[in-house]
């Protein structure tokens, strides 16, 4: 059985610091690993998709790097903003499953003080 | 391009009762998942729906069902409602069928169970 484990779960830094933002999970075969973020009370915003096949992805501030072999994955957010400050998330979808289904880590939650 | 909505976006109801949740996905998708979020168990799949097909279902009890029609909406139902079922439900809805599809959420349903 899949399991995802995000630590730590709650983080504070002061603004303009870089965010390092852990995600391990125990089965490597996997499709690929998405990261999230969600803001209280609200849905899930898409981060970035990293396919099994990539070892990291870039979008703007943000890049996630890949390790399978190792069952990791490390979502870096540069010079953080207080308006970064929300619970992140990262799930995997496995090969073995059929269909879309998502395992999700019990997130990180990120305050970025002023 | 629409993102996926939820409707409707709050509910309370009362133990016994049951309760149907929609959710229409982005134009052109045609997977639809759904999750129940709570604090205590986090994110946990529920179903997955494709082509009006149940592809994939999580561990919860049958009073959990859901649908989906030939437009690609979706409904989730759950009956005989009971306190623990007060949660966050999000739908989530991809392109295609495969597990290596970039999923999108909608902002999801507060179901409140007095």
């Known amino acids: 059985k899949q399991e995802v484990t995000q630590i730590p779960a709650a983080l504070s830094v002061p603004e303009g610091e870089n965010l390092v933002l852990n995600c391990s999970f125990t089965d490597s075969a996997i499709y690929n690993l998405q990261w999230f973020r969600q803001d209280p009370g609200k849905g899930l915003t898409s981060l970035l998709l990293i396919q099994s096949s990539q070892r990291e992805q870039t979008s703007g501030r943000l890049n996630a790097s890949l390790d399978k072999s190792s069952g990791r994955s490390t979502l870096y957010i540069a010079a953080s903003q207080p308006g970064d400050s929300a619970t992140y998330l990262c799930a995997v979808s496995l090969i073995k499953a059929a269909g879309n289904k998502l395992t999700f880590g019990g997130g990180t939650r990120v305050l970025v003080k002023p | 391009k629409a993102g996926v909505t939820q409707t409707p976006r709050y509910l309370i109801k009362t133990r016994g009762q049951q309760v149907t949740l929609s959710c229409s996905p982005i134009s052109g998708h045609r997977s639809v998942s759904w999750y129940q979020q709570t604090p205590g168990q986090g994110l946990q799949f529920l179903f997955e729906?494709?082509?009006?097909?149940?592809?994939n279902k999580g561990n919860f009890p049958g009073r959990f069902s859901g649908r989906q029609f030939s437009n690609s909406r979706s409904e989730m139902n759950v009956s005989t409602l009971e306190l623990g079922d007060s949660a966050l439900y999000l739908c989530?809805?991809?392109?295609?069928?495969?597990?290596?599809?970039?999923?999108?959420f909608g902002p999801g349903t507060r179901l409140t169970v007095l």
């Open positions: 989530a809805s991809s392109w295609g069928g495969d597990s290596d599809n970039e999923q999108f």
């Open positions: 729906y494709f082509s009006e097909t149940q592809r």
